[in-house]
Nanobody, 127 residues
Framework: QPELVESGGGSVQAGGSLRLSCTVT????????MAWFRQAPGKEREGVAVISDGRGYNTNYADSVKGRFTISRDNGKSTLYLGMSSLKHEETAMYYC???????????????????WGQGTQVIVSS
């Protein structure tokens, strides 16, 4: 059973930047598709960015974050990253990383497509 631990959240002013990290223990993450999700109070969990297994040559982003967020991975460090810039107040949420163990030919955004989750890291964007 892998453990996913997010870090890097915090408070930032609108327009600012943050870089989230997700370190995975036990598993060698190189074989697995991984993703970042976020959930604001009272809202459903939504997919933000997905990265393919292996070297992560393929990525998928929610329309709302394209051009501002970058997902990447370092398999040697078993770590997933999310670079976020030009942050908006409405992006205040808990951010989660997730890992999918089943092979996939696409990069899914549905939470049900992922098998393991971290506990989340809080991002607060002040206006």
């Amino acid at each position: 059973q892998p453990e996913l631990v997010e870090s890097g959240g915090g408070s930032v002013q609108a327009g600012g930047s943050l870089r989230l990290s997700c370190t995975v223990t036990v598993y060698n993450i190189g074989s697995f598709c991984m993703a970042w999700f976020r959930q604001a109070p009272g809202k459903e969990r939504e997919g933000v960015a997905v990265i393919s297994d292996g070297r992560g040559y393929n990525t998928n982003y929610a329309d709302s974050v394209k051009g501002r967020f970058t997902i990447s991975r370092d398999n040697g460090k078993s770590t997933l990253y999310l670079g976020m810039s030009s942050l908006k107040h409405e992006e205040t949420a808990m951010y989660y990383c997730a890992l999918r163990t089943r092979a996939t030919s696409y990069l899914p955004f549905a939470p049900s497509s992922y098998d393991f989750w971290g506990q989340g890291t809080q991002v607060i964007v002040s206006s």
